[in-house]
């Protein structure tokens, strides 16, 4: 099938609107075309609907072609589109996973898409000799999430590869972690899908600003995908997702790439720590190694260890998963100083 036939019916015929100005990048003119106020407040005019500036910066970090960028209001937004773009509600259906990042089972529920569950197995991968099985002549999208969201660990790139090479839908890989497992090298990097795209137009790479490059207020996601598909997403994405200020501080905050490393480092360096520290604390059950930048813990008394950090000013996340994990705990990787405390407190717990 060509990638016209894994797109929604009304989004190949649909007209896109186009806001004012698009057509249109000259300087020293009246500008009297988008109904702006034209007292200069800073922020009296619309953002760039297709943040070239911006993209321009993201395709030079992350050693892609702006061509094959897509900027959300996050990488929620990106998620959403994607579910919109190619799934026709009541037809189509998308394969997730259990436990993984929630948001695209959550996506599938409000564009009234069939959303196929499976489970990890023991190792928190995907059964991937099961998955065709779950694939039928609807399925439009499978959400893959690596380093995946709570469990921390990588999927096997060569298993993309393979799911790729027999499957006839769009293949989603959220890289929101990806970072921390490269240690910030650009996302051309052999870990990342990004290095299956030329090869596979189906595959799809989701990454962000707001983990590793500490952007999360900003509210940026990149979509990195075939420029057929692209097309598509940009007639579906509201003309202004990214607002002027959010482009502007992610510019400047992309030329610093020596900070963002440095960062990145520390984090992985932080998240080493903590992980030998997890090690030795008697009530966990199990720590998993990670290459993001939170780690995964079972305690069975994980409930009442929640209540005692909160109750000393540490909030963590519990992610209660069946059936493989009834009893987690997430810890995000802080500064030093915050993971001192949080060592601090777990040698001080004495378990009720
Ligand atoms: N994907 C994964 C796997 C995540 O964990 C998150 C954030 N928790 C997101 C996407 C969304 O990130 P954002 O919308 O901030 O880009």
Redesign the pocket.
């Known amino acids: 099938m060509n990638a016209e036939g894994i797109i929604r019916e009304n989004i190949r015929s649909l007209v896109a609107y186009t806001s004012a100005r698009e057509e249109f990048s000259g300087q020293d003119v009246t500008l009297l075309d988008a109904n702006e106020n034209p007292y200069d407040t800073g922020y009296n005019r619309y953002p760039d609907p297709f943040q070239r500036e911006l993209k321009r910066a993201v395709a030079r970090v992350k050693r892609v072609d702006a061509a094959r960028l897509v900027l959300g209001n996050?990488?929620?937004?990106l998620?959403d589109m994607l579910v919109r773009v190619t799934c026709e509600p009541g037809r189509d259906n998308m394969i997730v996973f259990s436990p993984s990042?929630a948001?695209y089972e959550v996506c599938g529920h409000v564009n009234g898409v069939e959303t196929r569950s499976l489970d990890l197995d023991a190792n928190f991968e995907p059964r991937w000799d099961a998955l065709p099985g779950a694939i039928d002549g609807h399925t439009r999208l499978v959400f893959l999430?690596s380093p995946n969201?709570p469990t921390g660990n990588r999927w096997p790139l060569e298993r993309v590869r393979e799911l790729a090479g027999r499957f006839d839908g769009w293949i989603v890989v959220?890289e929101?972690?990806m970072d921390f497992a490269t240690g910030g090298e650009p996302s051309g990097d052999p870990l990342s899908a990004v290095s299956l795209l030329e090869e596979y137009p189906r595959v799809v790479v989701?990454q962000?600003?707001?983990k590793a490059w500490g952007m999360?207020g900003l509210?940026?996601?990149i979509c990195i995908a075939d420029p057929a598909l692209v097309t598509y997403l940009n007639r579906v994405k509201p003309p202004y997702n990214i607002n002027s200020l959010t482009q502007r501080a992610a510019i400047e905050a992309l030329a610093d790439e020596e900070t963002f490393r440095r960062r990145v480092r520390e984090i992985v360096r932080e998240r080493e720590r903590l992980y030998r520290a997890f090690a030795r604390v008697p009530f966990f059950e199990a720590v998993y190694p990670s290459e993001a930048n939170f780690l995964l813990t079972r305690c069975a008394a994980y409930r009442e260890l929640y209540d005692y950090l909160v109750a000393n000013g540490v909030i963590v996340r519990v992610r209660h998963v069946p059936p493989f994990l009834e009893d987690g705990l997430r810890f995000t990787v802080g500064t030093p100083g915050e993971n001192d405390r949080l060592i601090q407190l777990l040698e001080q717990w004495t378990r009720p």
């Open positions: 996050g990488s929620d937004e998620i990042y948001m999430c969201n959220d929101a972690y989701l962000t600003l707001s999360a509210r940026v996601g």
